[in-house]
């Protein structure tokens, strides 16, 4: 997920917005957001290079021993409450299949089909229950 801006922002600013949301999310159950790093180009001194603005996005389908099934509707009031108090940023996520979705322009329900379709399921779960019949 990256936060974008509408006009010029500086790195610092990006970064700054980045970890305000990163903080809100991880106060969902369910949910592990942080800093997106990557490797830094050989030959410079950094081994890691945190990416301005980005975010990894974790969204767990199914309780764990160590973590909670999220709840997908309070992750997406967090998404729309950061949207409406930060005009003029919006937010951009990428999904591992390369689609990338510009979330102001997404209604609540598609979102929710968007984050269970990447959830991450428990071992030997799907990501998303499947009904049986009779359910």
């Known amino acids: 997920m990256r936060v974008l801006s509408d006009g010029p922002v500086t790195d610092e600013e990006l970064v700054e917005q980045a970890r305000h949301l990163k903080d809100h999310l991880n106060q969902l159950p369910g949910v592990e957001a942080t800093e997106l790093?990557?490797?830094?180009?050989?030959?410079?001194?950094?081994?890691?290079?945190?990416v301005f603005g980005a975010?990894?996005?974790?969204?767990?389908?199914y309780p764990t021993a160590k973590r909670a099934a999220a709840d997908i509707k309070h992750l997406i009031e967090v998404i729309k409450r950061y949207q409406e108090r930060n005009k003029g940023k919006h937010l951009r996520m990428s999904l591992p299949d390369g689609t990338?979705?510009?979330?102001?322009?997404?209604?609540?329900?598609?979102?929710?089909?968007?984050?269970?379709?990447?959830?991450v399921p428990r071992q030997g779960t799907p990501a998303v229950p499947q009904k049986v019949d009779g359910e």
């Open 37 to 50: 790093v990557e490797q830094a180009e050989s030959g410079t001194r950094d081994s890691v290079s945190i």
């Open 55 to 61: 975010l990894t996005l974790a969204v767990f389908s």
């Open 100 to 119: 990338e979705v510009d979330v102001r322009d997404v209604s609540e329900q598609t979102m929710t089909e968007v984050i269970k379709s990447v959830s």
